[in-house]
């Protein structure tokens, strides 16, 4: 089993970059995950997918963010990111890492105009 935290959230400007990590910790390699994904959840609206990575490195991304959002991993430190460049307003959600079936708790991203 494994467990997640994510951590990078906060209040930003809209413009600036912001990389969220997610930090693995128990029985799991992320390196052997059948996939890391980025999920987001904004205000009155459903979960929705970002990004995922799989274990061959492949990345894929939701249409929409295809451009300013990059996944990566760090597996020596059983890590993963998702960097956001130029953060806009419609950016604002709780982001929530995935590995497998085990989600981790969120981060809450505020972007201010």
């Known amino acids: 089993q494994v467990q997640l935290a994510e951590s990078g959230g906060g209040l930003v400007q809209a413009g600036d970059s912001l990389t969220l990590a997610c930090a693995a910790s128990?029985?799991?390699?992320?390196?052997?995950?059948?996939?890391l994904r980025w999920f987001r959840q904004a205000p009155g609206k459903e979960r929705e997918w970002v990004a995922q990575?799989?274990?061959?490195?492949?990345?894929y991304y939701k249409d929409a963010m295809k451009g300013r959002f990059t996944i990566s991993r760090d597996v020596a430190n059983n890590r993963f990111f998702l960097y956001i460049a130029s953060v806009q307003p419609e950016d604002t959600a709780v982001y929530y890492c995935?590995?497998?079936?085990?989600w981790g708790q969120g981060t809450q991203v505020t972007v201010s105009s």
């Open positions: 990575m799989l274990p061959s490195g492949a990345t």
């Open positions: 995935k590995v497998n079936s085990t």
């Open positions: 128990g029985r799991t390699s992320i390196g052997s995950a059948l996939a």
